[in-house]
């Protein structure tokens, strides 16, 4: 349990750590992710008046979507472990004169909701960096209604997920990077569908469907502002990249700069390919 713990509020300080960065790149980073934020709520099969839960909500993602599909007769309640992630979140959607979505600040595996309340939830891209992923998933199957179905996002592997894997292989260059041990938290803690799977039916999850989304990271202009925004949003690579001398710091932005825009599938810019698990299953 202490070992639960201490991953735990390292992950928590982590992406508070860089919840300026969210805040700073939300914009770019929301539309390029809009296609996955779409996917979830149809798997979910959210629908005008639907009462839907979002885990680890970020900036709002997807949580400011669905209230705008679920419309007045519905309702979003959206949770994230991070303050500065539900009050930016908070504020974006008073911006949207959304009026059907709360948020609050809330650890995604100890969710204190009343049984059988919502008809569908959702989670982007946080199960990896939950501790005890069963957990979690069991709390939202809680809150569900029996049939209601969840739908989640996770990256697949680091060969699928350059964007992503490019600056760790650069990383290592300049330290050791551990390699994350069975049951550890991380980006690519389920990069293995049959993981996932497994996961959500130990929550209880039912008729389980797992698919493939393309999703390419595209828009900064530069290797360097690629790389600039990266360590504005990783948390887990910012805490790295703290630890590194002022030169290494120096050259491992140049290098990883370099290698994203000689990987970058189109000019001008870089944009490098990913690709998502979107799973759904049923309570």
Same mark, same amino acid.
């Given at each position: 349990?202490?070992?639960?713990?201490?991953?735990?509020?390292?992950?928590?300080?982590?992406? +508070?750590?860089v919840?300026?960065?969210?805040?700073?790149?939300?914009? $770019?980073? +929301?539309?390029?992710?809009?296609?996955?934020?779409?996917?979830?709520?149809?798997? =979910?099969? /959210?629908?005008?008046?639907?009462?839907?839960l979002d885990?680890?909500c970020?900036?709002?993602?997807?949580?400011?979507?669905a209230a705008?599909?679920?419309g &007045? &007769?519905?309702?979003?309640?959206?949770?994230?472990?991070?303050?500065?992630?539900a009050?930016?979140?908070?504020k974006?959607?008073?911006?949207?004169?959304l009026?059907?979505?709360?948020?609050?600040?809330?650890?995604?595996?100890?969710?204190?909701?009343?049984?059988?309340?919502?008809?569908?939830?959702?989670?982007?891209?946080?199960?990896m960096?939950?501790?005890a992923?069963? =957990?979690?998933?069991? $709390?939202?199957?809680?809150?569900?209604?029996?049939?209601?179905?969840l739908?989640?996002?996770?990256?697949?592997?680091?060969? $699928?997920?350059?964007?992503?894997?490019?600056?760790?292989?650069?990383?290592?260059?300049?330290? !050791?990077?551990?390699?994350?041990?069975?049951?550890?938290?991380g980006?690519?803690?389920?990069?293995e569908? &049959?993981?996932?799977?497994?996961?959500?039916?130990?929550?209880?999850?039912?008729e /389980?469907?797992?698919?493939?989304?393309?999703?390419?990271?595209?828009?900064?202009?530069?290797?360097?502002?690629?790389?600039? !925004?990266?360590?504005? /949003?990783s948390?887990?690579?910012?805490?790295?990249?703290?630890?590194?001398?002022?030169?290494?710091?120096?050259?491992?932005?140049? !290098?990883?700069?370099? !290698?994203?825009?000689?990987?970058?599938?189109?000019?001008?810019?870089?944009?490098?390919?990913?690709?998502?698990?979107?799973?759904?299953?049923r309570?």
């Amino acid at each position: 349990m202490a070992n639960r713990n201490d991953a735990k509020s390292r992950e928590v300080q982590s992406w +508070t750590a860089v919840a300026p960065g969210w805040r700073k790149h939300d914009g $770019r980073i +929301t539309q390029m992710l809009d296609r996955v934020s779409v996917r979830l709520l149809d798997m =979910a099969g /959210i629908k005008e008046g639907s009462a839907v839960l979002d885990v680890a909500c970020g900036t709002g993602e997807p949580a400011i979507p669905a209230a705008r599909r679920v419309g &007045t &007769t519905g309702r979003v309640f959206a949770t994230d472990a991070v303050a500065g992630m539900a009050d930016f979140a908070r504020k974006k959607a008073a911006a949207a004169n959304l009026g059907n979505i709360d948020f609050q600040v809330m650890d995604a595996e100890q969710l204190d909701l009343p049984s059988a309340t919502f008809d569908a939830a959702t989670m982007r891209f946080a199960l990896m960096f939950m501790p005890a992923p069963v =957990a979690c998933l069991q $709390r939202v199957h809680r809150a569900l209604k029996p049939g209601a179905r969840l739908a989640l996002a996770t990256w697949a592997g680091p060969d $699928r997920n350059p964007w992503a894997s490019l600056p760790l292989t650069v990383l290592r260059r300049y330290m !050791e990077v551990p390699t994350p041990a069975p049951g550890q938290t991380g980006l690519f803690a389920f990069a293995e569908p &049959t993981h996932l799977q497994q996961t959500m039916a130990a929550a209880g999850f039912q008729e /389980i469907v797992i698919e493939a989304l393309d999703v390419l990271w595209s828009g900064p202009e530069s290797g360097r502002a690629f790389f600039g !925004e990266l360590i504005d /949003i990783s948390g887990p690579l910012a805490s790295l990249f703290a630890k590194l001398s002022d030169a290494d710091k120096r050259a491992y932005a140049d !290098e990883v700069a370099a !290698e994203a825009e000689r990987r970058s599938v189109r000019t001008p810019g870089v944009a490098l390919p990913g690709v998502a698990w979107i799973a759904a299953g049923r309570s």
